[in-house]
């Protein structure tokens, strides 16, 4: 587990939709709010510069952060971030308090590696598809992995990586997989044909005969009317 990322935050006293608004829009600060570990929850602000420059880290979205609030410091989670639909800035997040002693639920990212030497690429000239791109894990704050390697070295045309063959750390289990069921086992990465070349030709092909057979159908039911239209002239 890396170093935890540092933030600042301020108890913030002014709550609802206009306050929020004019926090954001002339105070350059965003609100938040942190709960969990059996304590109250507190509204905070942050500051939006700071906060920005802490979330050009990809460990901001999956492993423990240090807030200062009040000079007093917390380990926490990101739990949500609110983004406005419109702009994709932030608009408000959710922090969740770890302790040592309890498991959180974390989603953790997938690093997909040996991509280029995988056999159904390399080899077969396949296609690789990310079907997840993220996990989500339970352990102690402790064991909280940065992210979880897929090694896709082996893997060849029509074969896949499901949640049950990823190499996780000791201690660190797969929630989805927690419950035993066999139908939440989803596939992480599938290397698939690539459609095109020999594959498109064969389809030309098979168009090509299913019009000639249909030209020739046309054919025969023309042929027949003419026959019947004589029969009824005679």
Do not use: W
Not at 143 to 170: F, M, R, T
């Amino acid at each position: 587990m890396s170093a935890a990322l540092e933030l600042n935050a301020e108890i913030r006293t002014a709550v609802g939709r206009s306050a929020s608004r004019r926090m954001r829009r002339v105070e350059g600060k965003i609100p938040a709010v942190v709960y969990g570990a059996a304590e109250e929850g507190q509204n905070l602000t942050l500051n939006l510069n700071e906060l920005s420059k802490v979330m050009q880290s990809d460990a901001f979205y999956s492993q423990i952060l240090n807030i200062s609030i009040a000079g007093k410091s917390q380990q926490v989670v990101v739990r949500d971030l609110h983004r406005s639909p419109d702009s994709g800035k932030v608009l408000h997040v959710d922090f969740l308090r770890v302790r040592a002693d309890q498991e959180i639920n974390v989603n953790i990212p997938l690093r997909f590696v040996n991509e280029e030497s995988c056999v159904g690429v390399k080899v077969g000239g396949g296609l690789i598809t990310h079907n997840l791109i993220e996990v989500e894990i339970s352990c102690l704050p402790a064991d909280l992995p940065e992210a979880i390697e897929v090694d896709v070295a082996d893997l060849d045309i029509g074969e896949s990586i499901h949640l049950s063959g990823l190499n996780v750390p000791d201690n660190v289990s797969i929630v989805a997989l927690a419950s035993g069921d066999g139908d939440r086992d989803s596939s992480v990465v599938t290397v698939s044909a690539k459609r095109g070349g020999a594959d498109l030709d064969d389809e030309l092909e098979m168009a090509g005969e299913a019009e000639d057979q249909m030209a020739e159908s046309e054919g025969a039911e023309s042929d027949a009317g003419g026959e019947e239209a004589e029969g009824s002239d005679s």
